[in-house]
């Protein structure tokens, strides 16, 4: 018998493709997990659409839901219920701790490039905000590069969407 | 076709048509940072095309990558705009990417508030990663305004830029853009250009290389 606390526990083992030391569950990307005796439905949202891990994803909870003798059905859902905000706190930290700075919180209205060239964003290895924004973009689409003024070490800050 | 579905296919091949152009700059930007910039600009619209075409394609009973690249030519329903080859020409790259992204901001303003929830989903979500293209296009516009190069290029692409819209939204962003919302100068999405017809024989070589076969 498959439960739903298993599943999660099972999905909670899938890293992110891209950056491994944050989970599925952590990303906040599982929007519901549905057990009806062997049949195992997840609706998975994608974090960006040109996500290229979207299919890695799929397989692997597809997978991990096998290896619990579940039969998986994995739904992408295309709505607007994803945001860095679904990012859990430990997920914020073990982004932080593997140097990537966690996306600021979302507010009312959409990010503006001048507070992306403020000084607002900290820096994850040695805390300071005297840091700037070298490139609104970065190694994937959720990321830009900013600089570290104090430490002078570049780092990859998490795009808030 | 219905409405919807043909809407839904005319968004979706300017997105995969302006990112396969602007993935044209991945390797020979002018300096590193576009060279960044530009392939996650393409790899966000490719992303948004594909998420597009997804929607269609339930509607039609087909596939996202049928869509994409199974349809003739004259199938195709993008703007001119997003069509020319502009690699190596980066004051028109960024002239087109300054208006594309302002017809686009008018365009998912209007999806997002659509009764169809499906769509109006989707668009919400696509804004959510357009924002930081805006972003990008408004820097380099300021950077770039004064420049003759850059203002002959907006000169000549804004007729395009309206043509992106449907005719009741022209108006607005002709008045955002502060040019003259003349639609005499504009091109319908009906017609291929040459440059279309060597982009397509470049991005479905490898498909049409062995039809039917699953990659």
Known sequence: MVTEAAVWDALAEIPDPEIPVISLVDLGVIRGVDVDAQRVRIEFTPTFLGCPALEVMKGAMEEQIRALGGEPEVDVVLDDSWSTDRITPEGREKLRAAGFAPPAPREAAPPKLIQLQSQAFRCPYCG?????????????????LRYCTSCRQPFEQFKTI | MSERATQLLQIADDELILGWRDSEWTGIAPN????????????????????????????????????????????????????????????????????????????????????????????????????????????????????????????????????????DKRATLAQRLNVPSNSLLLSGREERSDDFASLWEEMTIVRRSIPGAVW
């Open chain 1, 128 to 144: 300071s905000t005297d840091t700037k924004l070298e490139n609104i973009f970065g190694p994937t689409p959720c990321r830009s």
């Open chain 2, 32 to 167: 590193l940072e576009e060279d960044v910039a530009f392939s996650s600009i393409a790899q966000n619209e490719i992303g948004h095309a594909r998420a597009l075409y997804e929607l269609a394609a339930r509607d039609l009973g087909t596939t996202a990558d049928e869509l994409a690249f199974d349809r003739a030519p004259h199938e195709y329903r993008c703007a001119g705009i997003v069509e020319h080859r502009f690699a190596d020409d980066w004051a028109r790259t960024i002239a087109r990417h300054w208006l594309y992204e302002a017809a686009d901001a008018v365009r998912l303003e209007a999806l997002k508030a659509s009764d169809d929830t499906e769509v109006a989903g989707l668009a919400a979500k696509i804004d959510r990663e357009e924002v930081y293209h805006r972003m990008h296009a408004d820097m380099w516009e300021e950077r770039l305004r004064d420049e003759p190069r850059f203002k002959e290029a907006v000169e000549e692409l804004w007729p395009q830029a309206l043509a992106l819209l449907p005719e």
